[in-house]
């Protein structure tokens, strides 16, 4: 059974005074509705209080956002201690992303239809009509709007069904906790743990043997190999060295022009660099640092790299440095020096970070 109150437009009726003795909540929101000129003509409760129905729908929306909070507390569980690294195989690192995404999916899917079955099942009906006007705020008008907030918090009923409140506050808690753990996480544990991120194909061998840089089939490669001008895409010769699991380190080995050349060597001694040349050959990383694509793109006459993703551009007689595009920081010069049987091998590993990295961005 349901109960609904009608309440007609009145006719020349004088201002309800709102200090009046007996008066409810609900008759100052009506009052001051009608001062702003709005008539609510129809207002039904949904559900009795203290009926089953009423206790059901509670217990609905109290799962719901149980839920939120099981599902937000099960994806900061997974983001802070899941093996997430990857490793060749079908290890426990394969369902990391998917956990992720699977629980907080769920998350937010709980919380949206408990919010939407509390306010379509649980909050009354109201159907009100309303004439422009403007007016000016006075105490009256104030006390009003204090008065009205207060009501709306009653109609949400979360003093009379405080399962509603402890659910909510449950749920949301872990919720706030998964919007603030990428950026906390970030900023407590350095990405940079066990050197990960400074170690490609290119590190020495045991016992100090440098890599050689290869080409795709794994041939070595010598200097007449690329005409002046030119570029090769080389990768670490070391076993997997051209599969994903040295996905960053392909290499970009550009033969530049004398006076490029010799621009790329004055430019690498202002920062350091002044070894990692090879007479006219240069080597960079060819993993974009905005999102880590491949920038391999090489225009000679301009001695610019693009990448085709977003559309940085580096120039690669300074240092690799970004001129255009969203990316903020040069690609990595990777040392590079001929063996004594006439093919490139790298001096060392690189000495800066490959690709994408939150710390080192400007």
Wanted: charged share 20%; glycine share 10%; net charge neutral.
């Amino acid at each position: 059974m349901s109960t609904h109150t009608e309440h007609p437009a009145p006719q020349g009726r004088e201002p309800l005074d709102l200090n009046a003795p007996g008066l409810t909540r609900f008759d100052v929101v009506r009052e001051g509705a009608r001062r702003d000129d709005i008539e609510i003509v129809h207002y039904e409760p949904q559900v009795l209080p203290g009926t089953k129905a009423e206790r059901r729908l509670t217990r609905v929306v109290a799962g719901f956002f149980l839920l939120t909070g099981l599902a937000a507390t099960a994806f900061l569980a997974i983001y802070i201690w899941w093996p997430w690294e990857y490793a060749p195989g079908r290890g426990g690192d394969k369902f990391y992303t998917p956990l992720l995404g699977a629980t907080l999916g769920v998350a937010l899917l709980a919380v949206g239809f408990g919010i939407l079955t509390w306010g379509k099942k649980l909050l009354p009906k109201e159907v009100s009509i309303q004439d422009r006007h403007e007016g000016v705020v006075d105490e009256d008008s104030r006390n009003i709007t204090g008065q009205t907030m207060l009501y709306m918090a009653d109609e949400l009923g979360v003093k009379r069904r405080p399962l509603l409140g402890i659910s909510l506050l449950a749920g949301l808690a872990p919720v706030a906790a998964v919007a603030a753990a990428p950026l906390v996480g970030g900023l407590i544990s350095q990405p940079h743990k066990n050197n990960q991120m400074f170690t490609t194909g290119f590190a020495a061998a045991e016992g100090g043997q440098r890599i050689r840089l290869v080409r795709e089939d794994g041939r070595p490669v010598r200097p007449a190999d690329i005409s002046s001008g030119g570029q090769l895409t080389v990768f670490p010769g070391i076993e997997h060295g051209v599969s994903n699991k040295h996905a960053d380190s392909p290499t970009l080995l550009i033969h530049l022009r004398d006076t490029d050349a010799d621009n790329s060597r004055r430019a690498n001694e202002r920062v350091g660099h002044g070894d990692y040349m090879w007479g006219n050959y240069a080597a960079f990383s060819k993993i974009c640092t905005h999102a880590g694509c491949p920038a391999s793109l090489f225009e000679q006459q301009t001695n610019r790299l693009l990448c085709p993703c977003h559309q940085s551009q580096f120039l690669i007689t300074d240092n690799a440095r970004p001129v255009f595009g969203p990316a903020s920081r040069r690609l990595p010069q990777l040392p590079i020096e001929v063996d004594s049987e006439g093919f490139f091998v790298a001096k060392s590993d690189y000495t800066e970070t490959v690709g994408p990295d939150f710390w080192e961005r400007p």
